[in-house]
């Protein structure tokens, strides 16, 4: 069903693309505590510093959805795809040059406010690409094989930085895979089609919660984050 599913019109390259760009969130918060405990000799700092950058994954998630949904995704990703390693540059320099804990905090909650929103962006375009109900399940159930793998994989990567003695290295890797996947996700063209919604109703963002059940299900999945 999977081989069947990606011989679909444009989404192959596009999912293809997206697990390149996905590895980061498998990378990104165990590579920082390492490396900046490993700097610092402070897992206390190092906990604070992973904290704040997903804390600035939240904090944004909502704000990039919606910019989403107005400029399209191409834009965006190609930004994201530039400030994100700059960021999680920032933050390498801060560490290696004993800047105070607050410039670190600030850099990492930077770099994960500008993550590339590739996840968001790759489940709302296979609903635009998938209109049979059957075909859009099994593309969901794929995009949930490619998380895990991602989560598998990711701590993989960082640990051979580790076993180097690198723990920098496995934050570059974390900013590189960023960039190219976020470039190579919004050069599919299945997302260059993607055109962003013209100027007509927009309704309030708590429209949403409005949908039959989601309150619910947003409650189960707050409490079981």
């Known amino acids: 069903r999977y081989r069947a599913l990606l011989r679909e019109p444009g989404l192959g390259a596009a ?26 000799q402070s897992f206390a700092r190092a906990g604070i510093a992973s904290a704040l950058y997903v804390i600035g994954v939240g904090v944004a998630a ?7 949904d107005r400029l399209g ?3 965006l990703l190609r930004i994201s795809g530039m400030t994100y390693p700059l960021a999680l540059g920032l933050l390498i320099h801060a ?5 105070s804990d607050l410039v670190v905090g600030i850099a990492a909650f930077c770099a994960g406010a ?28 794929l995009d949930s094989v490619l998380m895990e793998m991602v989560f ?7 640990s051979v930085f580790m ?20 470039w190579v996700f919004a050069s599919a063209p299945a997302v260059r089609a993607w055109l962003p919604e013209n ?27």
């Open 15 to 40: 999912v293809a693309a997206s697990f390149v760009g996905r590895l980061p969130i498998g990378m990104a918060v165990l590579s920082i505590l390492l490396f900046v405990q490993q700097a610092q």
């Open 95 to 99: 560490v290696q040059t004993g800047a």
């Open 62 to 68: 909502p704000f990039i959805g919606r910019l989403i």
């Open 163 to 182: 076993a180097l003695l690198w723990p920098a290295g496995a934050v570059m890797c974390t900013a590189a895979l960023g960039l190219i996947g976020a």
């Open 152 to 158: 598998i994989l990711g701590p993989g990567i960082v």
């Open 199 to 225: 100027g007509g109703h927009r309704r309030s963002r708590l429209d949403v919660l409005r949908t039959p059940g989601l309150p619910s299900i947003l409650a189960v999945t707050l409490f079981f984050s």
């Open 114 to 141: 500008v993550v590339p929103p590739i996840p968001t962006t790759i489940r709302a375009l296979l609903r635009r690409l998938l209109r049979e109900p059957e075909h859009l399940q099994t593309a969901y159930s």
């Open 73 to 75: 995704p191409v834009r």
